[in-house]
């Protein structure tokens, strides 16, 4: 049995269909006999949908409240998931960053994570359910929402699967794994089965931007072992882990 956190990108939430299909997805892991939480980003566009509608408001939206704003959109993902799986006959419970104990510095627009506090989502797990944690959002010292820079969820993905101590955190999008360069513009790109933090920082400058780099380092100071992956098909996807022999080769 493992304990695995599952985080799916917009894309893979961007329609009630969609959704429908991560849930039967987390159910199945459940069915092999590993305990998931999931992370959720928000649906589609939405996060672009709602900075546009702050600067049709004004040029300079305050900080504070362009916060609060964009954390709505992962908190309708992780509500319209959690009750996905329960249609499915499973007990799921969706968390914000604030319900999840993700506590972060107070720089709106780019927060640090400082801590997880895990009790609530291992209390869910322990009643049987699936948590659904919304990604991107914590909160401030002050008790004020704050989101961790565009791409943010993965960086909440890799923060919870070190606070609940996973053994490995499957970031699913809509790229099957990272490759040698990107495959869009490259067609020889070759998917690699493993790549070192590292060297994975270092593709970011070749088209790698499957995963957000902040999470990657996060990922590398507290060893987390990160699987990118397809969330629309079975296959394995690439590791990101410390160095071993067999990636040398
Ligand atoms: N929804 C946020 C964004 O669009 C965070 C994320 O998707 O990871 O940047
Ligand atoms: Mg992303």
Known sequence: ???????????????????????????????????????????????????????????????????RLLSTGEQVSMTLLAMAIEARGYKSMSFTGRQAGIETDGMHAKAKIVKVHNERIMEAIAAGAIP??????????????????RGGSDTTAVAVAWGIGADVCEIYSDVDGVYTADPRVCPRAKKLDAVSYDDMLELSGSGAGVLQMRAVEFARKYDVVIHSRSAFSEAEGTYIKEETDMMEE
């Open 1 to 67: 049995m493992a304990l695995i956190v599952a985080k799916f990108g917009g894309t893979s939430v961007a329609s009630p269909e969609r959704i429908k299909n991560v849930a039967k997805r987390l159910v199945g892991m459940r069915q092999r006999g590993d305990e998931v939480v999931a992370v959720v980003s928000a649906m589609g566009k939405t996060t672009d949908e709602l900075m546009g509608l702050a600067s049709a408001i004004t040029t300079a939206p305050p900080a504070r409240e362009l916060d």
């Open 132 to 149: 659904v944690v919304a990604g991107f959002q914590g909160i401030d010292a002050n008790g004020d929402i704050t989101t961790l820079g």
